[in-house]
């Protein structure tokens, strides 16, 4: 039987396990951080195959992960909104998030095996205001905007106390 991040690595065409190598490195050095985006939902919904691996770092500790990084062949370009980790044998982006919201959000982060991976993951409620931030963006382009409504509405429909938040949040500004 093929393990799920077997699956997601081939699915993502993936030659080098990004995920694993990327969250050994977390581990190994001690950087808090916490998986945002798609793959956190995961942790909630029923999984779907993303190319876009998204996370915070403690921002104390990005330069020093970025040198590591490169130490072991990786690759970084700089975006307005994030730093793109990426391999040469992979197909999968990792987003280091730049938005200074977001560290708030690796205070209540837990641990969670999402497709097999052993990772912190934010909690729902942050990730759906994660979500409603970047299909607010007036910068991202339209698809990316359409899977962060799909993400909005994987976690409402599977959680009634998010829609109601969602709600709140929208009569309230």
């Not at 956190?40 to 970025?66: G, H, Q, S």
């Not at 097999?116 to 990316?144: F, H, I, P």
Request: with cysteine.
């Amino acid at each position: 039987m093929t393990k799920a991040c077997e699956f997601y690595n081939k699915a993502t065409n993936s030659k080098f396990d990004i995920i694993a190598e990327f969250l050994s490195l977390l581990h190994n050095e001690r950087i808090n951080y916490c998986v945002i985006g798609g793959v956190a939902i995961n942790a909630y919904c029923e999984p779907l195959v993303t190319l876009d691996f998204d996370c915070v770092i403690a921002k104390d500790r990005i330069i020093d992960l970025k040198e590591k990084l490169k130490s072991k062949g990786f690759k970084i370009k700089t975006h307005p909104h994030t730093y793109e980790v990426t391999h040469l044998n992979s197909e999968v982006r990792i987003q280091i998030q730049r938005d200074n919201r977001y560290q708030e959000f690796i205070k209540g982060a837990t641990f969670c095996k999402v497709l097999d991976y052993r990772m912190r993951v934010a909690k729902k409620e942050d990730l759906l205001c994660g979500k409603l931030w970047a299909s607010q963006d007036k910068t991202r382009n339209k698809l990316k905007k359409e899977k962060d409504m799909l993400d909005i509405h994987r976690l409402t429909d599977k959680y009634a106390e998010l829609k109601k938040l969602m709600n709140k949040k929208f009569q309230s500004a």
